[in-house]
């Protein structure tokens, strides 16, 4: 569990099954093949989008719902000015949130494939280049 001290509280953030679940409603994909059915996926891209393109709004969306039925409670303002900060690191802020992503059971295993699939697309774009 990933822990943050914002204005003199101490919150937690959990990234387990439950934020799995509440991240992947964020998008769905239609399933091809099985007209009328999608996949919810959007953990993959909120992840990547933490992990891979450190996009400071995807962060507060990942925080907001790793912090979801924790007490107490942050909310998404909270986090903008936790982040709009001048104190706080948002480089080693981003790192800390990844290495919890890569480390926890529910999320592990997306990070690994996430960060060997942007490897290799940056290896081919390097070849490509030479």
Same mark, same amino acid.
């Given at each position: ?7 003199g509280?101490?919150?937690?953030? =959990? ?23 999608? =996949? ?14 450190? !996009? ?6 990942l ?14 303002a909270?986090?903008?000015?936790y982040?709009?900060?001048e ?5 080693e802020l981003? !790192? ?14 997306a990070?690994k494939e ?8 940056m290896a081919?774009? =390097?070849?490509? !280049?030479?």
């Amino acid at each position: 569990m990933m822990e943050l001290a914002i204005n003199g509280t101490v919150y937690q953030f =959990k990234f387990g099954m439950g934020f799995l679940r509440e991240a992947n409603k964020l998008t769905t994909v239609p399933v091809q093949g099985m007209p009328g059915t999608t =996949k919810e996926i959007g953990a993959r891209y909120l992840i990547a989008s933490v992990v891979v393109d450190q !996009e400071p709004n995807a962060l507060v969306d990942l925080l907001d719902l790793a912090n979801k039925g924790e007490n107490p409670r942050v909310t998404k303002a909270m986090l903008d000015s936790y982040i709009d900060s001048e104190e706080v690191d948002i480089d080693e802020l981003m !790192e800390k949130t990844k290495d919890f992503l890569s480390k926890a059971n529910a999320t592990k295993k997306a990070v690994k494939e996430i960060l060997k699939e942007y490897e290799e697309q940056m290896a081919k774009k =390097k070849a490509q !280049e030479q």
